[in-house]
């Protein structure tokens, strides 16, 4: 089974970058369409980025946020520049057949990695 595991979350400023990286192991990437996810308190989980056919962004990130992949190594990027404290959740990658943007059509997920901005 295809695992998938977060990291490069943490707290920073408004106006902060963060580069978040997600690790594939139990499989590669070459049979898969990668996405990120976010979900913060008390709201549903909301589709942020996706890798396939061509790279495709939520509105309210689109121009700060930049997905990219390293297909050699597994490895799913999240460059985020221009941090709002809107942006604070805990961010998820996944793994699915289609480029889609519901949640429930994602076969692997990880556990998440926590982005917290301050004002």
């Known amino acids: 089974q295809v695992q998938l595991v977060e990291s490069g979350g943490g707290l920073v400023q408004a106006g902060d970058s963060l580069r978040l990286s997600c690790a594939a192991s139990g499989g590669t990437f070459s049979g898969y369409h990668m996405a990120w996810f976010r979900q913060a308190p008390g709201q549903e989980r909301e589709f942020v980025a996706g890798d396939t056919w061509t790279p495709h962004y939520a509105d309210s990130v689109k121009g700060r946020f930049t997905i990219s992949r390293d297909n050699a190594n597994n490895i799913l990027y999240l460059q985020m520049i221009s941090l709002k404290p809107e942006d604070t959740a805990v961010y998820y990658c996944?793994?699915?057949?289609?480029?889609?943007?519901?949640?429930?059509?994602?076969?692997?997920w990880g556990r998440g990695t926590q982005v917290t901005v301050s004002s």
């Open positions: 996944a793994a699915g057949t289609l480029p889609r943007r519901d949640p429930t059509d994602y076969l692997y």
